[in-house]
């Protein structure tokens, strides 16, 4: 019973974060018309410091962005909620299968996108996370859904919820700094063809926005070294090896080589900036692929997704 209520939540906030995206969605097309808008900084609070613009196309701008984070507050709400009922209904911390562990990253994300918007006023986040957001909780209810089911004896271990843990915390901080990496290559492009206009306009400015995701990285990169070492001794434990070239552990590390690349890229003469961005966005796309592609397309001893 209680995990047919984890399930109401989980679909209300797929559908939330989608209502959440399209307000966002409107709020970028608002803000396309043709009037003067002031760039955005980042200041040394962290926040955005506009000024003034043509107040109606302001206002509707403001509004559509207000929306969209109301909404994603009651979508992280609910989303929360069911993340917690599926818990409770499981009897153990939901991180057992490929649909727990996506709904859990995502709470993750959300959590840290809303300290962002609350603590430093970073509402330009709100399409590109709402959009990751929808998607990913879209495809866990639809795809990813399997019913409760006991731990597998290997996943008995306390390695094993730190290793978890540090995962999930990795994947929100990789997915908001890639976001970032994206936006910045976007807004480059724009400052170097002098178009920058619009929503555009309203971003940090692109070297603000290369920092960002440069200390969401630098922050991700060290506990995701943890989550490979967390699994490696989880491995020993339960399988009496550190590591054997499963499939997972093997794109585990190339996710890491990629991400070393991106940090060393970053502070490298002629690496830095562009081609430092297109290597965090290969990076979270190695992610994905180990989290999805591996346990959708491979067979090994990390094979949990139950599809």
Known sequence: MIEAYSSLPMVASAVIYLLAMMAHAAEWAAARRPVEVPERVLVGSGGSEPAASEPEAEHRVTLFGRIGVALTVVGALAHVVGVVLRGVAADRLPWGNMYEFVTSSLAFAVVFYLVLVWRRGWTWLGLPVTLLLSVGQGLAVTVFYVAIAPLVPALHSVWFIIHIVAAAISAAAF?????????????????????????????????????????????????????????????????????????????????WVVYAAYLHARVTAGWKGVRAAWLAVLGVVTFWFNFVGVNLLTVGLHSYAGI
């Open 175 to 255: 997915n908001v700094g890639a976001i970032a990496a994206i936006l910045y290559l976007i807004r480059e492009r724009a400052e170097r063809k002098g178009t920058v206009r619009g929503y555009l306009a309203r971003l940090p400015k692109a070297a603000a926005l290369d920092d960002f995701s440069f200390r969401v990285h630098r922050f991700a990169f060290p506990l995701w070294t943890f989550v490979i070492l967390a699994g490696a001794i989880w491995a020993d434990y339960a399988w009496g090896r550190f590591w054997g070239w499963d499939p997972k552990e093997t794109w585990s590390l190339v996710t």
